[in-house]
C-alpha cells in the first residue's frame, strides 16, 4: 500500500503535518522559496532525506475561512515580492511567436479536418455530433487568441522586457491556509518556479472554470483584488487571455478519440472542456474583451 504524501502528528507542542516530497526538483523549489524570504510562505521547521525522498514539517493548519477575501491579494503580495524586469531580444519574441502561432494553425487543421471525416459518416456518434456542434464556437475562440498574440507582438516589438517572480506554481484555495489567530500562508509549493506573474492567474482560472457552466462575476471580482495589489501590464494581460483561450483541449480528446473510442467517456470531457471555453468567454466579455473578433 502506497504511504500518504502527507501524515498528521500529534505532539506535546502542537500538530504537525509531515509531508513525503518524491522529486529532488520539487525540494529544490521549496527550497528557493525560503532563500527568498517570500512572504506567507508557510514555515517548515525541520526536513530529512531518507530513503531516496525527502521530508518536511510543517504546523498543521486548517483552510483560510472565505479564502476568496484575501487570496488574491495575498498571491498578488508572494509576486511582488520577487518581481524583477529582464531584457529580451526582439528575435524571442518572434520565436515565440511563430512557435504559438503554428500551435494554433495545428489545431485548426486538426479540428476542420475531424469535422470533415464526421460530416462524410451516415450516423454521427455522440461525440462526433458534440464535435460538429461546438465548431463554429471553437473556432471564434481561436481567432479571438490569435488576435491577442498578435497585439502581444507588436507591444513586445516596442517594450523589450518581460516581469518575471517566482511563482506558487500551484495556487488553489485549498492550497492556502490559516492559523488560529488569522494569519494566512500558502503551502504545496514543490512547484514554484520563475515565470510572468500571470501564470499562477492562467493556472488557477483554467481549474476553477473547468466546471458547469457559471456566472463568472466572482472571477472578474478576483482579478480586480489581485491587481489592486499587482497590475498587470497591457502585455502580460494580452498573453494571459490569448494562453487562457486554449483550443489544444479539443485537440487531444479528438485524438483519444481517434485512438481509443471510449465514445462515452470521451464525450463527457468534451462537454467539461466546451463548459469551460463558454466560461472563460463569459470572463473575456465581462472584461469588455470582443471574444468574437473575427
Not at 518581460?162 to 500551484?170: A, E, L, Q
Amino acid at each position: 500500500m502506497k504511504q500518504a504524501s502527507v501524515q498528521k502528528w500529534e505532539t506535546i507542542n502542537g500538530t504537525y503535518a509531515i509531508k513525503r516530497i518524491d522529486s529532488f526538483a520539487h525540494w529544490q523549489a521549496i527550497e528557493q522559496a525560503y532563500r527568498l524570504r517570500i512572504p506567507l510562505a508557510i514555515p517548515i521547521y525541520e526536513a530529512k532525506k531518507r530513503g531516496g525522498q525527502w521530508y518536511y514539517t510543517m504546523p498543521w493548519l486548517k483552510e483560510k475561512t472565505q479564502p476568496a477575501s484575501s487570496f488574491f491579494h495575498d498571491l498578488a503580495r508572494w509576486h511582488k515580492h520577487s518581481l524583477k524586469e529582464i531584457q529580451t531580444t526582439e528575435a524571442e519574441i518572434d520565436s515565440y511567436y511563430k512557435e504559438r502561432k503554428s500551435s494554433l494553425e495545428k489545431a485548426k487543421q486538426t479540428l476542420t479536418h475531424h469535422i470533415e471525416q464526421c460530416e462524410k459518416q451516415w450516423y454521427m456518434s455522440p461525440f462526433q455530433l458534440q464535435c460538429c456542434t461546438h465548431f463554429l464556437d471553437i473556432m471564434r475562440a481561436i481567432s479571438f487568441s490569435e488576435h491577442t498574440l498578435n497585439e502581444w507582438r507588436e507591444r513586445m516589438r516596442e517594450k523589450k522586457t518581460v516581469r518575471i517572480c517566482y511563482i506558487h506554481g500551484r495556487p488553489s484555495f485549498q492550497h492556502y491556509v490559516e492559523r488560529d489567530d488569522g494569519t494566512a500562508y500558502f503551502i504545496s509549493f514543490e512547484r514554484a518556479r520563475w515565470a510572468p506573474p500571470f501564470h499562477d492567474l492562467l493556472l488557477f482560472f483554467r481549474q476553477y472554470l473547468y466546471t458547469y457552466p457559471l456566472t463568472c462575476d466572482e472571477a472578474v471580482q478576483w482579478l480586480a483584488q489581485y491587481e489592486q495589489t499587482l497590475a498587470l501590464e497591457e502585455d502580460e494581460r494580452l498573453l494571459f487571455f490569448h494562453l487562457l483561450v486554449d483550443p489544444h483541449r479539443f485537440v487531444r480528446l479528438i485524438h483519444r478519440y481517434e485512438q481509443q473510442r471510449h465514445d462515452r467517456q470521451l464525450t463527457a470531457a468534451w462537454q467539461r472542456a466546451y463548459w469551460q471555453m463558454k466560461n472563460i468567454e463569459e470572463n473575456m466579455r465581462l472584461h469588455s474583451r470582443d471574444f468574437s473578433h473575427e
